[in-house]
């Protein structure tokens, strides 16, 4: 188990992952480690014959998804290589087990509808409520992660030019923009809410918690939980799909793709080219209900 400690301080302190990453790495290696414990492996004793009925496990006796068997694969290869980068193995035993081909599913967002309502759910007469209200504008108006919202610190955000720098996976830079909506929540925020919160504490972190300490993921998410209660919304609506609702909204509208890649800091095309599924999807509607030789 000492390995898999070190592995996690590795990526914490060397890779700056960010907590939902070290969650999910974490989540996949100690469901490992007790499959290897009761079948007498040692860590650095696992053959490659051992792994199939590991993964015959995770598919057959857990019902695990193929993208869900994909992560756990590539998790498992990124602490094996760690190991062998140590001199802690002769070779990575994972280095060769190939990905499951995942499911393409289409990203779920919100509706203009209910994200009217989520949005002006807060109350904007209280410290607290101003938050919510900016977190929620964050996400869905800069489409970025729920780690990155929980990272920004106030020097990262321009105000004269409505741009925040974010970092993102694997340490990456890239400016975000936000408009008036955000513009205004942000700055009566920043002059008024965020004081009341910060108290006597003294740290560069934009969002906070209740008692004024940095905000967790997990925090954000109850908040987003709460806020769905609160307007009756039974649909699993995440921080994530804020970004999944940033990214259609815009294609919606007719901004290209590449621009949509930037803003989201995509390293390939093709992850972004999903969100176009979608977007396709509205065309479709839209001809349907407006072309004379469309329907009968």
């Given at each position: 188990m000492?390995?898999i400690?070190?592995f996690?301080n ?14 999910n790495?974490?989540?996949d290696?100690?469901?490992y480690y007790k ?6 492996i040692?860590?650095l004793?696992?053959?490659y014959e ?5 993964l015959a ?5 857990k019902?695990?998804?193929k993208s869900?068997?994909s ?7 990124s602490?094996y290589?760690y190991?062998?980068?140590n001199?802690?193995i002769d070779?990575?035993?994972f280095?060769f087990?190939?990905?499951?081909k995942k499911e393409k599913?289409?990203p779920?967002?919100v ?6 309502l ?9 410290d607290?409520?101003v938050r919510?209200?900016?977190i ?14 929980c990272?920004?610190?106030i020097?990262?955000?321009?105000l004269?030019n409505k741009t925040i ?9 890239r400016?975000?923009?936000y408009g008036?909506?955000?513009?205004n ?10 004081k009341?919160?910060l108290k006597d504490?003294?740290?560069s972190?934009?969002?906070?918690s209740?008692n004024g300490s940095?905000?967790?993921v997990?925090?954000?998410q109850?908040?987003?939980?709460n806020i769905?209660?609160k ?8 921080p994530?799909?804020?970004r999944h609702?940033f ?5 919606n ?6 621009t949509v890649?930037?803003?989201l800091g995509?390293?390939?095309?093709d992850?972004t080219q999903i969100?176009t ?6 065309l479709?509607?839209v001809?349907?209900d ?6 009968k």
């Amino acid at each position: 188990m000492n390995y898999i400690n070190d592995f996690i301080n590795y990526l914490l302190n060397v890779r700056n992952y960010s907590e939902n990453t070290i969650i999910n790495y974490k989540i996949d290696l100690d469901e490992y480690y007790k499959y290897i414990k009761s079948n007498n492996i040692e860590i650095l004793e696992i053959k490659y014959e051992n792994i199939n009925p590991f993964l015959a496990t995770l598919y057959n006796i857990k019902h695990y998804s193929k993208s869900s068997v994909s992560r756990k694969i590539s998790t498992l290869r990124s602490f094996y290589k760690y190991l062998y980068d140590n001199e802690l193995i002769d070779k990575n035993p994972f280095l060769f087990i190939s990905l499951p081909k995942k499911e393409k599913k289409l990203p779920r967002f919100v509706n203009y509808e209910d994200l009217d309502l989520i949005l002006n759910s807060p109350d904007l007469n209280t410290d607290i409520g101003v938050r919510d209200r900016l977190i929620l504008e964050l996400l869905y108006g800069t489409g970025i992660r729920v780690s990155e919202l929980c990272n920004i610190k106030i020097d990262d955000i321009d105000l004269k030019n409505k741009t925040i720098r974010i970092i993102g996976k694997g340490n990456k830079e890239r400016i975000v923009l936000y408009g008036e909506y955000c513009e205004n929540i942000l700055e009566k925020y920043i002059n008024i809410n965020r004081k009341n919160l910060l108290k006597d504490k003294d740290h560069s972190i934009l969002i906070l918690s209740n008692n004024g300490s940095n905000i967790s993921v997990s925090t954000v998410q109850k908040i987003l939980s709460n806020i769905l209660k609160k307007v009756s919304i039974k649909k699993n609506i995440t921080p994530h799909v804020f970004r999944h609702t940033f990214a259609t909204h815009l294609l919606n509208e007719g901004c290209d793709i590449l621009t949509v890649k930037e803003l989201l800091g995509h390293s390939s095309l093709d992850t972004t080219q999903i969100y176009t599924h979608v977007s396709n999807e509205k065309l479709r509607q839209v001809y349907l209900d407006t072309h004379p030789r469309a329907k009968k």
